[in-house]
């Protein structure tokens, strides 16, 4: 249990930016899950319109210090090899 009122508040913030961080890696899991179903579907219209918004979102979690800058372009990079392979096939 915190002793003062600013371990207190600190407590509280955590667990409010826990969740928020949470909940934006859970969506960027998810987008991430679509972009490659559609992918291996090889529908490669749909899926450079799914990469960019993938991208947007990966982006974003570095921006924000949710995900490392390199795990980021890791992420990316993976994702590239993925629609171009989906491009290569047509």
Known sequence: MAHSRSA?????????????NKAAMSALK???KRF????????????NEEF???VSIVDKAAKVGRLHPNNAARKKSRLAK?????????
């Not at 490659?36 to 899926?47: M, P, S, T, V």
């Open 8 to 20: 207190t508040k600190r407590i509280r913030q955590n667990k409010k930016n826990r969740l928020a």
């Open 30 to 32: 998810t987008q991430i």
């Open 36 to 47: 490659a179903a559609i992918a291996a579907a090889g529908d490669a219209a749909k899926a």
């Open 52 to 54: 960019l918004r993938t």
């Open 82 to 90: 993925m629609l171009a392979k989906t491009q290569a096939a047509k």
